[in-house]
């Protein structure tokens, strides 16, 4: 099969390089707004040829690998694609995406979100196994066509990836908790140091804690504003439960209740009973 990647940085770019050891993909083409991002995916061989957004509709699977908002100005420009093509997003959120699918294509749509990434982003970015033992959700499969599923599903475990299916609902409340919630942390997190008179010396001291929490603010500011804004409530939801957590932890420190912080960070150890 010949496959069209829209988007040719880190998700995108990696993407291409781990379809490229699959016997049954043919060629891999990219496309992307970006002109430095089309001749950079070309001299690093994650494509191979860069094509425009008109030609994409001729290709058997379609990847979306763009910020949220612009997946969902892509699929409108898409309903000319045959009629046995697979369309896939790649975005971090659901339910906006799948709402906006133009009737005519809705069929040839699969949502799915990868959940990896790093904080860097651009062609630059782009990593070998990416994609390998992590998680592929899929979302409200029941209304994509039984042949896009299949070619879907087909990828996905050929990638080594292991597959979730939920609502795209469900996916974004929990979305919120264990990915959009950590990077709105991040970046006032950040911006919190950043505001100080004294930052630099601060972030003199900066140490392992420090830099992995602050890790995801290196995160593209384009595309997480379009994810906080598409999964707003969600997001606002995780915020409040977070605030009241760490004001009852604020309140036992400022009481001097030193019991109730010890139990307070043993709950908190326990999360990785789970995680580990």
Same mark, same amino acid.
């Given at each position: 099969?010949?496959?069209?990647?829209?988007?040719?940085?880190?998700?995108?770019?990696?993407?291409?390089?781990?379809?490229?050891?699959?016997?049954?993909?043919?060629?891999?083409?990219?496309?992307?707004?970006?002109?430095?991002?089309?001749?950079?995916?070309?001299?690093?061989?994650?494509?191979?040829?860069?094509?425009?957004?008109?030609?994409?509709?001729?290709?058997?699977?379609?990847?979306?690998?763009?910020?949220?908002?612009?997946?969902?100005?892509?699929?409108?420009?898409?309903?000319?694609?045959?009629?046995?093509?697979?369309?896939?997003?790649?975005?971090?959120?659901?339910?906006?995406?799948?709402?906006?699918?133009?009737?005519?294509? =809705?069929? %040839?749509?699969?949502? #799915?979100?990868?959940?990896?990434?790093? *904080?860097?982003?651009?062609? +630059?970015?782009? /990593?070998? $196994?990416?994609?390998?033992?992590?998680?592929?959700?899929?979302?409200?499969?029941?209304?994509?066509?039984?042949?896009?599923?299949?070619?879907?599903?087909?990828?996905?475990?050929?990638?080594?990836?292991?597959?979730?299916?939920?609502?795209?609902?469900?996916?974004?409340?929990?979305?919120?908790?264990?990915?959009?919630?950590?990077?709105?942390?991040?970046?006032?997190?950040?911006?919190?140091?950043?505001?100080?008179?004294?930052?630099h010396n601060i972030l003199a001291l900066a140490a392992g804690g420090?830099?992995?929490?602050?890790?995801?603010?290196?995160?593209?500011?384009n595309m997480w504003e379009d994810i906080f804004r598409q999964n =707003?409530? %969600?997001?606002?939801? #995780?915020?409040?439960?977070?605030?009241? *957590?760490?004001?009852?932890? +604020?309140?036992? /420190?400022? $009481?001097?209740?030193?019991?109730?912080?010890?139990?307070?960070?043993?709950?908190?150890?326990?999360?990785?009973?789970?995680?580990?």
């Open positions: 099969m010949n496959v069209a990647i829209i988007g040719l940085g880190l998700m995108g770019g990696s993407l291409a390089i781990s379809l490229k050891k699959l016997d049954f993909i043919n060629n891999i083409v990219g496309s992307d707004h970006n002109k430095i991002h089309q001749q950079e995916a070309v001299e690093l061989g994650l494509v191979d040829n860069v094509i425009e957004f008109s030609e994409i509709k001729n290709y058997d699977v379609i990847f979306l690998a763009i910020p949220v908002d612009g997946i969902i100005s892509a699929l409108k420009n898409l309903t000319e694609v045959k009629e046995s093509a697979t369309i896939i997003d790649l975005g971090s959120t659901k339910s906006k995406i799948i709402s906006s699918v133009p009737t005519k294509i =809705r069929k %040839n749509f699969v949502a #799915a979100h990868p959940m990896t990434g790093t *904080e860097s982003y651009g062609p +630059k970015a782009a /990593i070998d $196994n990416l994609y390998k033992d992590n998680v592929v959700v899929l979302c409200d499969i029941e209304n994509s066509g039984d042949f896009q599923v299949k070619i879907a599903k087909k990828i996905f475990k050929a990638l080594e990836m292991k597959k979730y299916f939920m609502s795209a609902k469900e996916h974004d409340r929990h979305a919120a908790f264990i990915s959009h919630m950590p990077h709105a942390i991040s970046y006032s997190l950040a911006n919190t140091v950043m505001h100080q008179e004294n930052k420090f830099r992995s929490m602050s890790r995801l603010a290196k995160s593209s500011p =707003r409530a %969600n997001l606002l939801e #995780a915020i409040t439960l977070f605030e009241d *957590e760490l004001k009852l932890l +604020k309140g036992y /420190i400022e $009481n001097e209740e030193w019991d109730k912080v010890h139990k307070n960070i043993e709950a908190g150890n326990r999360l990785h009973d789970i995680l580990d």
